[in-house]
């Protein structure tokens, strides 16, 4: 688990590092001060002839954005999956699509009633651009790393550790990694507003009857890890989703 953990955090740095550097080769400070209205004046010849100054350079536009997300339906194994992306942050690059970082809350919807779930997940994607169609869309591909939050609201549990347990029953949450890979589709809007599709992929990686710092999980009910077809019903499994984000 360690030496995972490892590369993922070697291969995110790299990824970034490359990011920080185009990023700071193309879009310098003074090309950023000069953005504030207040300190450019247009010159005598755009005062008298206004009409020529759509023919003046633009600076272009910083490439990070902040937008927002839902996935409607998705799948979790074999339940349904709802999720609403509440903070997502990019850089849009023309080789780079990478999703910095994203925050997104769902639910997992069960034919078994004990077995349905809230998750919070946190990713990120450096996802490279190799295709565009049309002229405002652009297609990206690239890895997917990030941490997943589980609870499931009907099971009640007990902490035990070395024959000692808590006294108090509570929600089953547990928590775990998550790895898996993004393909998306970018459309540029007006007002350089972008339409995001991504279609998501990654495998759970928690274990839903111990946490990651040794202690077991003894449930309320026996059942629920005694019968293998319900201690399935709440394992990790794997997640596919199409996100539809508008970023600004």
């Excluded at 990686?205 to 709440?234: A, C, H």
Aim: glycine share 6%; charged share 25%.
């Amino acid at each position: 688990m360690r030496y995972i953990k490892r590369i993922i955090f070697v291969f995110v740095f790299y990824s970034y590092s490359v990011l920080a550097a185009e990023y700071a080769e193309e879009y310098n400070t003074d090309l950023r001060f000069s953005e504030v209205k207040e300190e450019v004046k247009d010159s005598q010849l755009i005062q008298d002839y206004p009409e020529l100054k759509k023919f003046l350079y633009v600076p272009p536009k910083a490439p990070i954005y902040i937008g927002l997300g839902a996935s409607p339906i998705s799948l979790m194994g074999s339940k349904l999956y709802f999720s609403f992306n509440l903070f997502q942050v990019h850089y849009l690059s023309d080789y780079w699509d990478i999703e910095i970082f994203s925050a997104s809350i769902g639910q997992a919807k069960s034919d078994k009633g004990f077995a349905n779930s809230r998750h919070f997940t946190a990713r990120t994607s450096p996802k490279f651009v190799f295709f565009h169609i049309f002229d405002t869309g652009r297609v990206s591909v690239g890895p997917l790393f990030g941490m997943e939050y589980v609870t499931f609201p009907s099971i009640e549990v007990k902490k035990c550790r070395n024959n000692i347990c808590t006294r108090d029953y509570e929600e089953l949450t547990n928590s775990g990694y998550i790895i898996g890979g993004e393909l998306s589709q970018t459309f540029t809007l007006r007002k350089d507003r972008r339409f995001k599709v991504t279609e998501v992929f990654y495998k759970q990686k928690y274990i839903v009857d111990k946490s990651e710092r040794g202690w077991n999980y003894q449930p309320e009910d026996p059942d629920v890890f005694g019968v293998s077809e319900n201690k399935k019903e709440l394992e990790a499994s794997t997640v596919f989703m199409i996100e539809f984000s508008y970023l600004f």
